[in-house]
Protein backbone atom coordinates (compact mmCIF):
# COMPACT_ATOMS: atom_id res chain seq x y z
CA UNK A 1 0.00 0.00 0.00
CA UNK A 2 3.06 2.09 0.13
CA UNK A 3 2.86 4.57 -2.72
CA UNK A 4 4.98 7.97 -3.72
CA UNK A 5 3.85 9.94 -6.43
CA UNK A 6 5.45 13.09 -7.68
CA UNK A 7 4.38 16.08 -9.18
CA UNK A 8 6.22 19.60 -10.26
CA UNK A 9 7.65 18.93 -13.29
CA UNK A 10 7.27 20.39 -16.99
CA UNK A 11 8.82 22.66 -19.38
CA UNK A 12 11.24 25.40 -18.40
CA UNK A 13 13.78 27.65 -19.67
CA UNK A 14 17.57 27.40 -19.08
CA UNK A 15 18.01 29.23 -15.59
CA UNK A 16 14.79 28.38 -14.90
CA UNK A 17 13.37 27.16 -11.86
CA UNK A 18 11.36 23.75 -10.60
CA UNK A 19 10.25 22.67 -7.08
CA UNK A 20 9.06 18.83 -7.43
CA UNK A 21 7.19 17.21 -4.57
CA UNK A 22 6.91 13.37 -3.81
CA UNK A 23 3.90 12.60 -1.66
CA UNK A 24 4.08 9.47 0.39
CA UNK A 25 1.41 7.51 1.59
CA UNK A 26 1.49 4.06 3.47
CA UNK A 27 2.84 2.39 6.24
CA UNK A 28 6.89 2.32 5.85
CA UNK A 29 8.60 0.80 9.13
CA UNK A 30 11.88 1.02 8.16
CA UNK A 31 13.85 3.65 5.88
CA UNK A 32 17.96 3.84 5.30
CA UNK A 33 17.27 7.15 3.44
CA UNK A 34 15.07 9.03 1.22
CA UNK A 35 16.36 9.90 -2.32
CA UNK A 36 15.84 11.55 -5.82
CA UNK A 37 17.21 10.08 -9.07
CA UNK A 38 16.52 10.93 -12.66
CA UNK A 39 16.58 9.10 -15.88
CA UNK A 40 17.99 11.39 -19.26
CA UNK A 41 16.23 10.36 -22.36
CA UNK A 42 18.27 7.48 -23.79
CA UNK A 43 20.54 6.95 -20.70
CA UNK A 44 20.93 5.25 -17.70
CA UNK A 45 19.07 6.34 -14.05
CA UNK A 46 21.89 8.43 -11.79
CA UNK A 47 21.49 9.22 -8.67
CA UNK A 48 20.30 13.17 -7.90
CA UNK A 49 20.30 13.76 -4.48
CA UNK A 50 19.40 12.18 -0.95
CA UNK A 51 18.60 13.02 2.90
CA UNK A 52 18.76 10.88 5.65
CA UNK A 53 16.79 10.82 9.12
CA UNK A 54 18.98 13.03 10.78
CA UNK A 55 18.33 15.76 7.85
CA UNK A 56 21.80 15.34 6.10
CA UNK A 57 21.72 15.88 2.51
CA UNK A 58 23.54 14.64 -0.07
CA UNK A 59 24.16 15.83 -4.10
CA UNK A 60 25.46 14.50 -7.08
CA UNK A 61 28.28 16.71 -8.21
CA UNK A 62 26.83 18.36 -11.05
CA UNK A 63 23.57 19.46 -8.97
CA UNK A 64 25.80 20.58 -6.39
CA UNK A 65 24.68 24.85 -5.31
CA UNK A 66 21.60 24.35 -7.62
CA UNK A 67 19.45 22.02 -6.30
CA UNK A 68 18.20 21.53 -2.50
CA UNK A 69 16.39 18.26 -1.12
CA UNK A 70 14.40 18.94 1.79
CA UNK A 71 11.23 17.10 3.25
CA UNK A 72 8.32 17.90 5.45
CA UNK A 73 7.47 15.17 8.01
CA UNK A 74 4.35 16.56 8.67
CA UNK A 75 3.18 16.62 5.30
CA UNK A 76 4.72 13.45 4.57
CA UNK A 77 6.32 14.98 1.63
CA UNK A 78 9.91 15.41 -0.31
CA UNK A 79 10.74 18.06 -2.09
CA UNK A 80 13.21 18.62 -4.67
CA UNK A 81 14.13 22.13 -5.61
CA UNK A 82 16.12 22.77 -8.16
CA UNK A 83 17.41 26.09 -9.39
CA UNK A 84 19.39 27.29 -12.74
CA UNK A 85 18.21 24.20 -14.42
CA UNK A 86 20.43 23.43 -17.69
CA UNK A 87 19.73 21.04 -20.93
CA UNK A 88 21.40 18.67 -19.27
CA UNK A 89 18.55 18.20 -16.18
CA UNK A 90 16.10 17.13 -18.80
CA UNK A 91 14.56 13.85 -17.47
CA UNK A 92 12.39 11.86 -15.40
CA UNK A 93 12.95 12.60 -12.41
CA UNK A 94 11.89 10.00 -9.19
CA UNK A 95 11.61 9.71 -6.08
CA UNK A 96 12.84 6.95 -4.10
CA UNK A 97 12.47 5.78 -0.18
CA UNK A 98 15.25 3.53 0.35
CA UNK A 99 14.79 0.39 2.38
CA UNK A 100 16.84 -2.70 3.99
CA UNK A 101 17.50 -5.47 1.38
CA UNK A 102 14.82 -4.25 -1.29
CA UNK A 103 15.02 -2.12 -4.12
CA UNK A 104 13.19 0.68 -2.43
CA UNK A 105 10.06 2.20 -3.18
CA UNK A 106 9.72 4.02 -6.61
CA UNK A 107 7.39 6.81 -7.72
CA UNK A 108 6.56 6.66 -11.14
CA UNK A 109 8.08 10.01 -11.90
CA UNK A 110 7.74 13.58 -12.99
CA UNK A 111 9.56 14.58 -16.30
CA UNK A 112 11.43 17.51 -16.15
CA UNK A 113 12.40 19.22 -19.72
CA UNK A 114 14.85 22.27 -19.96
CA UNK A 115 14.61 24.02 -23.07
CA UNK A 116 18.06 25.02 -24.83
Known amino acids: QVQLVESGGGLVQTGGSLRLSCAIS????????MAWYRQPPGKQREFVAS???????NYVDSVKGRFTMSRDNDKNTLYLEMNGLQPEDTAVYFC??????????WGRGTQVTVSS
Open 96 to 105: VIRVPNQPGY
Open 26 to 33: GNIPSVDS
Open 51 to 57: ILRSGTT
